[in-house]
């Protein structure tokens, strides 16, 4: 699981002190956990938040009043739901696990260690989903095994499936091409009665090879049907399940072409008709075989995929028409290249895999590192054109750690992607194995590729104009960081904002926004536009003496009215720094310039803080925005913060807008400015029509 990426932990925290609720929330966050926060205040409004949306985890303190930890247990079993419960100790002794034990609960955090909190939070989290994954794992194989059963009963392919060497179970398909009239006719039959005598020696070592896992999942022979005819068959055998029983699925096709000419055929059907490697199905089951030998075996195996670097631009230059032309040439340098035991594929339109058994991860890096060489080293020629063309190589190194083919596939296609991130003509190999080594040196290459972007002034801005729902002609946009590749790809800052952080850097890129930002005001305003700019900044400025100056010079320097720019902090961040975001704001508020809350209405008691922070625009959350036409309780809760935020004299913003029908409830909730892709994309211009 992702912690904070894809999904949000839902968290009911049960607690007297509002304070120290927001605290472990922050905390949590800060350690990377998305947080959705909800706190009640007493018995009936706990009971009615477990019942409308249930929460992941509840987080009890022992000595709450409001609502009893007695209660709490009483409530989630009542419940019937799935959710684990923790009670908050200051201080724990063996009287008082065992009762805490003795109520149900899952198990104790102790409030003054914040990272047993965070690592006791994510493994009931994981284990939290896997059970979920698992319920829904089990519905689905249920689903799919009858499916299954009836997609194999109704087939036209003769089908059964064999235990040590005996029939269990064959459609009907299979039936009619042996003469029986039902399954009971062959039940517990032997698949030898069922072979040419001549065909029988050959057979028994066929069935002891299969046994082992040994032979060929393909077997050519001479098949009897019951009247005692013969015929030519070919059998594929694959390890299937059937009612909880390890066996052989047997699918048999009457072969009435000539062997040779059916060998030819069955060789085309594995086959990329456009490049001559195997195509996708076949590779997949490949991989599946390797990765089975990996997970029983503990052997050790190579995967690669291989994506063209700009391949959009390449088939513009060399036209359309010959896309397969282009496929075929990089298909022919990687055959090139390839030793004999490696396979190849074409595994997506433009995206190779090569799978190098018995491959160590020097081997596999070696094999990477050729590959990319090939294509980076050499011209590509096609029949009509020749043309300089790199690649990127994501890989993995297959072994016990990642035994799973999704696994497996997944990690490859993000580490490809890693690559194309970053300009292409690179090699991103994951290593189980070797995880510290190879994510050492991913940050190293991150790290030296942000403070190119800072000294080599890589950074760019885009620009996402504000829309007022209230007739407001104030022309306001806000601008978005983006750092620009070595091919003039432009990377977001998720991508490498974390790396910054933890190495210090944040404070440098804050400063280059806040003195980007200044520029382009007084830039706008010497054309005579009055433009509003809304810039983010982290934490670190909190902490930076010398930004306050800076913000000072740089208005001086460009002519820049300090009453244009906002600078963006987020809810959680202040919350957690408040006496720095406070002097901050005090600071820059002699320049004119004004601090607005972003990610609002997340926390606990998110009005609460503007009591002690003036800020000049509240940004809602973007997690309300999902799904709104259709979500009631974020259409009530958008109203609630548009009705406080009025009452304060303070005015809000609503990002992420996606349709029409959310521009509507938006309106009519007293929103003041609306922002999003529906509305008008970012870009790298201040062109649009207020």
Known sequence: MQFGKDTALRLLIVDDSVEAAEAIVSGLRNSGIAVRPSRPENVDELTALIAQQPPDLVLAARETHNVPIAKVMQCVDAS????????????????????????????????????????????????????????????????????????????????????????????????????????????????LDLIAPQQVDGFKQLLKQLGKGEAPPRHETQARALDGSHFPAVMEFTPASYEGETCLQVILRRQELDPDLAREVEALRQRDQATGLLNRATFLRALEDTVADAAQNATHHGLLLIEPDHYVRLLQDIGLDAADDLIGAFAQRLRSVLGPNDIAARFAEHQFAVLTRNSDHLHTAG?????????????????????????????????????????????????????????????????????????????????????????????????????????????????????????????????????????????????????????????????????????????ASLQDQSLQQFIGEQLAKHGADGKLLVLQLPESKVFTHLRAAQEFQAAVAQFGVRVGLEQFGVGLNSFQLLSHFDAALLKIDRSFMEELPSNPDHQQRIREIADKARELGKQTIAEFVQDAASMTILFGAGIDYAQGHFLAPAGPEMDYEF
């Open 80 to 191: 019937g739901k799935d959710l684990p419960v923790l009670v908050l100790l200051d201080d724990i002794d063996d009287a008082r696990l065992l009762e805490i034990m003795g109520l149900g609960a899952r198990g104790v955090l102790l409030r003054g260690h914040p990272e047993h909190v965070q690592t006791r939070v994510r493994k009931e989290w994981a284990d939290l989903e896997a059970r979920r994954s698992q319920r829904k794992l089990e519905a689905q194989v249920r689903e799919t095994e009858r499916r299954c059963d009836a997609l194999i009963e109704s087939s036209r392919d003769p089908i059964a499936y064999i235990h040590e060497g005996m029939h269990i179970r064959a459609n009907a398909a299979y039936l009619e091409i042996f003469g029986f009239e039902g399954f009971e006719d062959v039940e517990g039959m032997s698949l």
């Open 367 to 539: 094999l990477a590192e050729t590959l990319r060489a090939a294509f980076a080293d050499h011209v590509l020629a096609t029949d009509s054109r020749s043309l300089n063309a790199t690649v990127s190589i994501g890989g993995v190194q297959i072994g016990e750690k990642i035994a799973s083919v999704t696994a497996v596939l997944g990690k490859a296609s993000q580490c490809v992607q890693s690559t194309v991130s970053v300009g292409g003509n690179r090699i991103e190999l994951f290593d189980p194995g070797a995880v510290d080594r190879a994510e050492e040196e991913r940050i190293e290459a991150w790290v030296a590729r942000i403070r190119d972007g800072l000294d080599g002034d890589r950074f760019v801005m885009d620009y996402q104009p504000l829309i007022g729902l209230h007739g407001a002609p104030d022309e306001m946009y806000e601008a978005y960081l983006r750092l620009r590749g070595e091919h003039g790809e432009l990377v977001p800052p998720l991508a490498f904002l974390q790396i910054a952080e933890e190495h210090g850097l944040l404070w440098e890129i804050d400063r280059w926004v806040v003195g980007k930002a200044i520029a382009v005001i007084g830039e706008r305003l010497r054309a005579g536009k009055r433009t509003t700019l809304l810039a983010k900044i982290t934490q």
